[in-house]
């Protein structure tokens, strides 16, 4: 096996283009007028661009893209280029201005008016309005969880299916993905390990879980729905978390309970282990099983965030 070289010259032009979305015009542009990168040649004369000239110009891309001139950027490396393009992502989900709660219902209720219409691109146009609006925060507190708690209510009640919570969450995962992945994260700051229990396979709860933790400052590693104990005390070991944090909305109260029990025996004592969500008020009390926390709401999992 070759050792990686991410100066190594491989790449033709045609590859950075795809990779970066800066067509090869402009590419030659920028090398010729502005020396952004030194691609290699070939015995042919053709461009050849390692791995960190492919990087270097992706971030340039998306530098350029928020409103920055080239020339701005010239004297940055990729580290500092990285940083520039973290803050305008996260200066994106920062509120423009208060909202009263009139205006966050108001989005809840075209949201899901878009939901119970199987409109997915009417409902993907108006909760990326209203991330921008309203800030990451207030995103997840005032627009998606009350969206999906309205969902579930109308799923009990006859009212809305499967088939739209499951349309509903495909569309607000990579908003929710988005929004996290554009915070801030310090290098050393703590990881907590995210996903929902065997036999739990909605995952709304746990996005939100993600979104909170990143708004913390935490490290995410999100593992998605409907886990086994077993895989994930082996994705905290490997991740070094210093908290796990489960979902649960529907699973099987017995389930649950049983997941969380081997959970606990499988993470070493000083992992926290904390539950939340809809599914919690089923099992036979708060606190029934030793070394599990669990937390009414996103508010309550952010204090306990925060106090580690």
Known sequence: MTNFEPNRPLHPISVVAE????????????????????????????????DNDIERLRLLSQATSAGRSIGQLLELDIAELSELVRADDAARWKPARPLSEEAEEGFVERAYEC???????GLEAELARAAAVVGAARFMDSVVAPLFRKIGDAWHAGELSIAHEHMATG?????????????PVSPDAPVVVIATP?????????????GAAALEGWHVTYLGAD??????????????????????????????????RA???ALPPDVDLVVGGAGVTRLNGRGEIEGVTTLADLGEFRSRLAEM
Do not use: C, F, Q
Not at 198 to 210: S, T
């Open 19 to 50: 990779r970066t979305g800066l067509s090869p015009d402009l590419l030659r542009v920028w090398e010729r007028r502005y020396g952004v990168v030194e691609p290699a040649r070939d015995d042919g004369g053709r461009r050849l661009y390692s």
């Open 115 to 121: 939901t119970r219409k199987l409109n997915p691109m």
């Open 171 to 183: 569309v607000a995962h990579p908003i929710l993905a988005r929004v996290r992945g554009s915070l």
């Open 198 to 210: 065997a036999g739990e396979r909605h995952e709304v709860g746990a996005l939100l879980a993600a």
């Open 227 to 260: 886990l086994p104990a077993a895989e994930i005390a082996m994705a905290a070991r490997k991740a070094g978390a210093r908290m796990v944090a489960l979902s649960t909305v529907y699973a099987d109260r017995s389930v649950v309970a049983a997941e969380l």
């Open 263 to 265: 959970l606990r025996d």
